[in-house]
């Protein structure tokens, strides 16, 4: 018989390296997990690590059981919760990953709502853009994670086994000095008339568009500057030491002063949606998060 807990102590040992850094990540002591790798073992009836040094190495064995280990640990906490919730528990607990500004804009909103409608829910918040984020989702790390990707990209099959909430629409502008030529154009400006200007890039995936999209309109963007703090975008670009093309989203949740924002030809989108595991989606909790954060999307669409 598996034991969730000894799955849990495999999998911070496989991370960590040692059984002494596992019982720090995990709240015990070094002998308590080296008991539990014993018992997992035992109940296996095969070596699961090899020690190497000072650190621990998994045998094959060992590799496969972890790779099965974030599958089986969500699917028990979906199995937890929902027979908490049929037995009269309300309560429940969720772990939301977002990108920065959906952090800023989404979650808030969302948060607040789910509170009032259910005090007794406990949500934890973490910020990781994706990839990195649908990653933690996978591995069991979170129960939700705010995602987006472009229109067009290549890769739309990477959310295919996970269940997608559409929450926005967002769109991609371009951010000039209140004095720029641009500042005050009527409609859309087609992102060739930026082809000489210093550009400063955002986070590397906001930054992989941008080189795409310029190519695409038949220049390459010199970029002088490049943060993922997306207040220190809008400063570089207030204080007119280049233009940037950032996501609607991402301007709205900071104060820009001193920019200007300009809609772009050819327009460029992306999907901000929900992502979570067929399992958890079951969850009272997690659902409750999820009509949420829909919710949310749908009040700053209209409000657009």
């Known amino acids: 018989m598996i034991e969730a807990r000894h799955l849990r102590v495999l999998r911070a040992v496989a991370s960590t390296g040692s059984f002494s850094a596992a019982g720090r990540e995990l709240g015990c002591t070094q002998p308590a997990v080296s008991q539990q790798m014993k018992a997992l073992e035992s109940s296996v009836g095969t070596p699961l690590l090899v020690r190497t040094g000072r650190e621990m190495r ?101 959310w295919d086994d996970l269940v997608v909430r559409p929450l926005l629409t967002d769109r991609l502008v371009a951010l000039v000095p209140e004095e720029h030529r641009l500042a005050r154009a009527e409609g859309s400006v087609a992102i060739g008339e930026l082809a000489r200007e210093s550009w400063i890039a955002g986070c590397p995936r906001c930054r992989g568009q941008l080189v795409e999209v310029c190519e695409g309109a038949g220049f390459s963007p010199r970029i002088d500057f490049a943060t993922d703090d997306y207040p220190a975008v809008v400063g570089l670009v207030g204080a007119g030491l280049g233009v940037a093309v950032l996501p609607q989203l991402a301007v709205e949740s900071v104060r820009p002063r001193g920019v200007r924002a300009v809609s772009l030809e050819p327009s460029v989108r992306r999907e901000i949606v929900a992502l979570t595991l067929p399992d958890l989606a079951q969850v009272p909790a997690v659902t409750a998060t999820l009509d949420e954060l829909a919710r949310a999307g749908a009040r700053l669409s209209a409000a657009r």
């Open 58 to 158: 998994l045998t094959q064995a060992g590799e496969a059981l972890v790779r099965h280990a974030a599958g089986i640990i969500a699917g028990l906490t979906a199995a937890e919760e929902e027979v908490a919730a049929i037995a009269g528990l309300r309560a429940g607990r969720v772990r939301l990953v977002s990108f920065p500004s959906g952090s800023s804009t989404l979650v808030p909103t969302a948060l607040a709502a789910l509170r009032a409608a259910h005090p007794d829910t406990r949500v934890s918040l973490e910020e990781a853009e994706p990839p990195k984020s649908v990653e933690l989702l996978r591995e069991g790390d979170c129960d939700v994670a705010l995602a987006f990707r472009y229109e067009g990209a290549a890769g739309a099959e990477e």
